[in-house]
């Protein structure tokens, strides 16, 4: 009869059990997409408990979310039948806590110290930056607050950080630094990143706490090592100090967060770091099909930096991933609403479904199309397109321009961007409005004209209202999507966020020229608001639903049926990423991509445009070369649009790496202007027809016409100028054709990387 503790292991694959059983010593889990590394963390656990290996109070177990820790909680009680209190069982911020709660003075603390969230973080920054003389306009205190962080996670005390990591704040940010931990330890206050320095201060600098806490915990459980930090790592390392047992799962070839301080090199160099450790590979898949994993091991193949690893299936091969092209975003999204039609037409259910995509910028069209079908969907990780903030700020505009009454929509823009209207002032135009039975844009100029507002603040609240009158005007001759432009250009929107040093600012940029691509295909300002209020107002965040969300925020989780549209260069993989980090930025990319086409259970639908709206420009595509790395075998081609026949040797030709490779396109079309007449050919589409047509560019937007930027005779030495980095000249030029890149030293923004393509450059 088998002890409870062998029964822990039936069920598992022999890797899953060894990884189970081998209690001493280091040990690394690679474990794959869909590989059942959750099982065997909580199995793990539950056979140290019930071998008397270690009691529950002996075992430090690490998860990167609370929901991870009560489920592997949950399991490894209903495994052993114990309680799992004792255990040290949590993330790496609620274990920090629970460690400086015991020794806080060590750290200059009393044990009620409290946490600060990031807005309390900002105003404190905001007020030692008012006391510094430092211009908050210029250094934003979210800003200022980002570069903190990332100094905790690099474990870098006030003092430690080196002169490059400063900023442009220099040496002021070194001062500000160790001012911002003397206020915190003032306020008996920590931040996040304290909850993770602080701890490895005890650790590092206490040698009776690290004895202690080494001892204490006999073994250590990291679950998705890959994406730990530095100083998560040094944590770590600090506590397997002397007996070593700390065992990893994680998988390199889905570290996808170094934008948040993911280090996969710890991962990378577990073996260095722990000379002997045991390795296992967790590679047959629970979750997808043949074809879906011979594709995603195709595509990761192509890395360098990884552990070799190659995930299987004893399940079959399943249905080939199909790829569309398509004519258009439009179109694209077209598509995907009606395969979710057709889907549950047959039988299917909506919440079977997921869409998943590179960037925020595309749920738009996709959402437009869901709505327009009438099919429920929920937008996970991420605000609808319509509820994000820049997008409410230009909708409180138009709204405001439609109904001078309106305001709610006044109270919004009345102060954005600043104007220096007050709440005493605000107040004042609310008692107005009530006395005079109006809306609050009609109290403000009856204030104004009676000289109850005066000074600066009545001049800037009077060139307001002058706007809108004449944006009211404007609104009778213009289209929807110029009055948008002119509004956004015009109130100092545009100027605001231009100006603004955050690191999100430019994707609130790209999400406005997605607004006025929507404007577009109305024909008058009302009908779109009317549209907009019907979507606010669908409820769609309740029951059966399409999954939308970007691929960073489908992380662990799977769908029976996976949509990955925009499979484009210079979009998957982005362009941003591979400019700014090379070849570094492209093996994220191509991990992304692993990590895409392995949350499909059965069935995987690939598409990509011909031409795509991007940043206010109607750009050509072309297939992502991660559709070239999956090899011809595992892939069924569709003609969904006819304007790509399956049948075309060029479309379906090519190789990379000596196999045959279905999307290494030769197509000449590419890049190329559409023929006149054809659906494409801006000249002969109308907003009648059931196709987009091309954007024209935006008043914000540089002025070149596409077809000029594509044409360009670039040469070193030549002066340009660019939209948000101002004049320049190019002392590079590298590539040709669409894949043209540009070094080029701007005046004031330094030496830039861009794709001549994408640059949006005028030339002088």
């Known amino acids: 009869m088998s002890s409870p503790a062998e029964l822990l292991t039936q069920g598992l694959n022999p890797p899953q059990a060894e990884a189970v059983q081998h209690t001493e010593g280091a040990l690394l889990v690679l474990a794959g997409a869909g590989t059942g590394k959750t099982s065997v963390l909580t199995r793990r656990i539950a056979y140290l408990m019930l071998t008397q290996a270690a009691y529950p109070s002996e075992i430090l177990a690490v998860t990167f979310t609370n929901k991870a820790a009560r489920e592997m909680a949950e399991r490894t009680e209903k495994l052993v039948g114990v309680s799992t209190s004792g255990m040290w069982l949590g993330t790496f911020h609620r274990l920090g806590v629970r460690l400086l709660r015991q020794h806080p003075e060590r750290v200059g603390l009393r044990k009620d110290f409290v946490i600060l969230d990031p807005d309390d973080q900002q105003r404190l920054i905001a007020q030692l930056l008012k006391d ?10 979210r800003q200022v607050a980002g570069l903190i962080n990332r100094w905790k996670d690099n474990a870098w005390h006030p003092g430690e950080v080196p002169a490059d990591e400063l900023g442009t704040l220099g040496a002021r940010a070194a001062t500000l630094y160790a001012e911002y931990q003397s206020r915190l330890q003032a306020l008996n206050a920590t931040d996040f990143g304290d909850l993770l320095l602080l701890p490895l201060t005890l650790l590092t600098r206490h040698e009776d706490l690290a004895r202690q806490y080494q001892s204490k915990f006999k073994y ?29 799962v994680g998988d390199d070839d889905q570290s996808i967060y170094s934008w948040r301080g993911a280090q996969v090199a710890n991962i990378l160099r577990f073996e260095h770091d722990y000379p002997g450790a045991h390795v296992i590979r967790l590679e047959q898949n629970y979750r997808s099909t043949g074809h879906i994993l011979a594709a995603a091991n195709a595509v990761i ?25 398509m004519m258009d975003d439009r179109e694209e999204a077209r598509f995907v609403a009606d395969a979710a039609w057709q889907h549950t037409r047959s039988g299917g259910r909506y919440e079977d479904l997921a869409v998943l995509v590179r960037t925020a910028a595309q749920t738009r069209s996709i959402e437009e199309a869901l709505i ?6 929920v937008v996970v990780g991420g605000l609808r397109f319509y509820e994000r903030k820049e997008i409410r700020d ?20 009345v102060n954005v961007p600043k104007r220096g209207v007050g709440e005493v002032t605000l107040a004042s135009i609310e008692s107005a409005a009530r006395s005079l039975g109006s809306g609050q844009l009609e109290a403000t100029a009856s204030l104004i004209s009676n000289g109850e507002l005066t000074g600066r603040v009545a001049g800037a609240l009077q060139s307001l209202l002058d706007k809108i009158t004449g944006f009211k005007l404007l609104a009778q001759m213009e289209t929807p999507d110029r009055l948008a432009e002119r509004v956004l250009e015009d109130s100092g929107y545009l100027d ?5 040093k955050e690191e999100d600012a430019k994707s609130r940029i790209d999400n406005l020229k997605e607004l006025l691509r929507a404007l577009q295909e109305y024909p008058d300002l009302s009908s779109f608001l009317e549209h907009v209020a019907l979507v606010s107002d669908a409820d769609v965040e309740t029951g059966e639903a399409v999954k939308l969300m970007t691929i960073h925020a489908a992380k662990g989780l799977e769908f029976p049926t996976v949509f990955l549209p925009g499979f484009e260069e210079g979009l998957f ?13 492209l093996e994220e990319e191509r991990r992304l991509a692993y990590v895409a086409l392995t949350r499909a259970k059965k069935r995987l639908v690939i598409s990509f445009a011909h031409a795509r709206r991007m940043w206010g420009q109607f750009l050509p595509g072309m297939p992502s070369r991660f559709l070239a790395e999956i090899p011809a075998e595992h892939v069924e081609a569709r003609g969904a649009t006819g304007f790509y026949p399956p049948e075309s040797a060029g479309f379906l030709s090519g190789s990379v790496g000596g196999r045959e490779a279905p999307y290494q396109s030769r197509v000449t079309s590419y890049g190329s202007r559409p023929q006149a007449g054809s659906r494409m050919d801006k000249r002969t589409s109308h907003s009648s027809s059931g196709y987009a047509k091309p954007a024209e560019p935006l008043v914000f937007h540089n002025k070149t016409p596409l077809a000029s930027i594509a044409n360009a005779a670039y040469a070193v030495g030549q002066k340009v100028h660019h939209a948000k980095f101002g004049p320049g000249q190019i002392n590079a030029v590298e590539g040709s054709g669409e894949n043209t890149q540009l070094t080029i030293a701007f005046k004031h923004a330094g030496t830039k990387k861009l794709l001549a393509t994408l640059a949006n450059l005028q030339t002088s």
Request: proline residues 6%.
């Open 132 to 141: 510094a003389g430092i211009d908050v306009q210029q250094f934003p205190p």
């Open 496 to 500: 605001m966020l231009r100006n603004d």
């Open 372 to 377: 327009r079908a009438g099919l429920p969907y």
């Open 301 to 325: 193949a192509n890395n360098r930096q990884r552990h070799g690893k190659n995930l299987w299936t004893d399940t079959g091969d399943g249905l080939p991933i199909e790829v569309h092209p």
């Open 573 to 585: 993989p982005h362009q941003r990423a591979m400019n700014e980090e090379g070849q570094k930025g």
């Open 220 to 248: 250590i459980l990291v679950d998705e090592y890959q994406d730990t930090n530095t100083v998560q790592y040094l944590w770590l390392k600090a506590l397997a100090k002397g007996h070593g047992n700390i065992a990893v």
């Open 394 to 413: 230009a909708l409180a505009y138009l709204r405001l321009i439609a109904n001078p009454n309106d305001d709610l929509a006044f109270q919004r823009i």
